[in-house]
């Protein structure tokens, strides 16, 4: 089951021609990016433009229309079962309202893929339980249910949940939509720690442009009407010299008719 | 010097020093979740058998750290210190450095758990309960009045009234009911018939099929089953409905823009249920009646005509006036359940269905009750 390390900088998801949408509504076409060992990727783009479609798909939980997406190794496109349980034990994914389960307490949540894929005791998962949630800095939480915590706890606590095999390749859909200045900052600052201290690829879709510019290594940015990836870059670099008046609006925070 | 080192558990360990001197413990491979154990195990095991002075971890040989592995590390640095053995670590890579550094610093700072919810005595558990169901009891009732009270006021202001949703809510709970509401009465009537027919043929009695039928299905079968149904198809959906709209605060938004909620969504509710419950059981009573006819006419030789007029006779327009009084208390039973269960729903998606459970059971509960009430009355008045 052990597999090597990845080396920073080789290919951890390699996607060639992909078509993503539902049935006849299509909402890009023919992309092709690579994410890379070790960096915080970035998927961007107005609302309604496929953002949280293509992660759905990166994570095997939407099929594509069309295109290839290989996962840590596996090609994840042709919907096989078995290679997707490969990818599955090997990520970690933080929902937008952060996907807790409601019955089960802060603390059993995070315990839940220790307990179903290591055969380890319960009282090292406990010890293990306490060290995540510290690292997302909700020990005090472990006994509460997802209920009795704030929508930035949730979050929080979700991320704990994500990383709770070490996963070399996390996904987070949104982290700091719908928290305020303070919460989503200490949310950026841990992701960026947690990316350094464990080396974890990270994807993140967001469209918080403060949090963009924090966390993100690289950026891909999609639009709605060009139906694909319209930049892709460092997001400081591009929001400087991108020609692109969508991509540039988007980055320095304008609207169309305020470009004199 | 002692080595150990297996391919399948991932890590390699070996020790360097002599008992009670400076010891080197210099680690290889993988130390991660999986070798967890195994590496505290042996780890502890090897201190314990050197009882060095001082300790020296060496980190060169790692390939791989993962937070697991870093957290163990930090507890065999503790664990050593606890017992005045300095431990230094050497050798590590800028990642492995890293990730230590930041598992060290949070679980240093980790706070100590909340109390959860605390469990309840047998006794408290019984007391809380009783006094929730008797306030269940309040609330039911006095929504119930606040309700019919909004209902007269809609109707002497009709305007107020949403109209399009009471016929949307009738074409829902009544048109959309109709198959699985016949279809139950047809064969209600039929097995009644049936079964009876077995009985009544012994004493040349076939005739007689056809009062038990009437009797039964007007007065008794015919209401009950409706109400049951449409309390099951319409009741939980009303609960469900409002529940889901109380959790995404749309009940809120109604409020606030000035509306008042029971007027907007409980009204037309309760009046299409006061419209359509009677027409379903009378739609049920005619189709109970036809299913036993079907046995009348094929197994006990009963011309059509006769089974008519045996069933003429024994029916009056009080009997049929009657029972229909009983839906329309069954029609606001299920509404109010309905909505209140709805209103109260509080939390998130698994309140709603506990709402829309409970709204049916409740409904049923209470229309059996109101029908054993009926029965008593109408017993008395000779009905």
């Keep these: ?260 | 010097m002692s080595r150990n080192e297996s391919s399948d558990k991932g890590y390699g360990l070996s020790s360097e020093g002599s008992p009670g001197g400076a010891a080197v413990l210099s680690l290889s491979g993988r130390l991660t979740l999986a070798s967890l154990e195994a590496f505290r195990r042996e780890a502890s095991a090897l201190i314990d058998a050197l009882s060095p002075s001082s300790l020296s971890l060496e980190l060169s040989g790692l390939s791989s750290l993962d937070s697991a592995g870093a957290l163990a590390l930090i507890r065999l640095q503790a664990e050593a210190s606890q017992r005045g053995i300095p431990v230094a670590v050497a050798g590590n890579s800028e990642q492995a450095g890293r990730l230590l550094a930041l598992v060290e610093e949070r679980t240093k700072r980790g706070k100590d758990p909340l109390p959860a919810a605390e469990h309840l005595g047998i006794f408290e558990e019984i007391g809380v309960n009783v006094v929730s169901l008797l306030r269940g009891v309040v609330d039911e009732i006095s929504f119930q009045g606040e309700l019919l009270f909004d209902t007269i006021r809609g109707c002497l202001n009709p305007r107020s009234v949403r109209w399009r949703d009471v016929l949307f809510y009738m074409r829902r709970a009544g048109v959309n009911g109709l198959p699985i509401v016949g279809l139950i009465s047809f064969l209600l009537g039929f097995i009644i018939a049936f079964m009876s027919s077995l009985q009544l043929k012994q004493f040349g009695a076939n005739l007689f099929v056809a009062d038990l039928v009437a009797i039964a299905v007007i007065r008794e079968l015919g209401p009950i089953m409706t109400a049951i149904l449409v309390a099951g198809r319409s009741g939980s959906a009303f609960a469900a409905e409002i529940g889901t709209m109380q959790v995404n605060e749309e009940v809120d938004a109604l409020a606030t823009m000035g509306f008042d909620p029971m007027l907007f969504l409980s009204v037309p509710k309760l009046l299409a249920m006061l419209a359509i419950l009677p027409i379903l059981t009378i739609y049920a009573d005619l189709l109970g009646i036809l299913g036993g006819l079907v046995i009348g006419v094929t197994a006990l030789d009963l011309t059509f005509r006769s089974y008519m007029a045996e069933t003429h006779s024994v029916l009056s327009a009080t009997v049929i006036f009657a029972s229909l009084i009983k839906t329309v208390a069954f029609a606001v039973l299920i509404a109010t359940v309905g909505c209140q269960r709805g209103f109260r729903v509080q939390g998130g998606a698994d309140a709603v269905g506990a709402a829309a459970t409970s709204a049916v059971v409740t409904a049923i509960f209470l229309i059996i009750i109101a029908d054993s009430v009926f029965a008593v009355i109408l017993q008395y008045l000779g009905i």
């Design chain 1, 1 to 260: 089951m052990t597999l090597p390390p990845l080396q920073p900088g080789t290919p951890v998801i390699e996607v060639d021609g992909l078509t993503g949408g539902y049935g006849d509504r299509v909402l890009f076409r023919d992309i092709s990016f690579r994410i890379l060992a070790g960096e915080v990727f970035v998927i961007l783009g107005g609302s309604g433009c496929g953002k949280s479609t293509l992660l759905k798909i990166l994570i095997g939980l939407v099929p594509p229309l069309a295109g290839s997406i290989r996962v840590l190794g596996q090609d994840i496109s042709s919907g096989g079962e078995k290679e997707m349980e490969a990818v599955r034990r090997r990520i970690g994914v933080l929902f937008q309202a952060g996907g807790l389960l409601n019955s089960m307490s802060v603390g059993e949540n995070v315990a839940l893929p220790m307990s179903e894929h290591t055969d380890l005791s319960p009282g090292t998962i406990e010890e293990l339980v306490r060290m995540k949630l510290a690292l997302v800095d909700l020990s005090q939480a472990v006994d509460l249910l997802p209920s009795e915590i704030s929508g930035g706890m949730k979050k929080r606590a979700g991320l704990a949940r994500a990383l709770a095999l070490d996963p070399p390749l996390l996904f987070l859909d949104e982290p700091s939509a719908g928290l305020d200045p303070v919460t989503s900052l200490e949310l950026d600052l841990l992701i960026m720690s947690i990316n350094e201290g464990t080396g974890s690829t990270m994807v993140v879709v967001t469209h918080e442009l403060d949090s963009i510019f924090r966390i993100a290594h690289r950026v891909i940015f999609l639009d709605r009407d060009g139906m694909g990836i319209i930049a892709e870059g460092d997001p400081r670099v591009l929001r400087d010299t991108s020609r692109d008046p969508r991509v540039s609006n988007f980055l320095n925070r304008r609207t169309a008719s305020q470009n004199g």
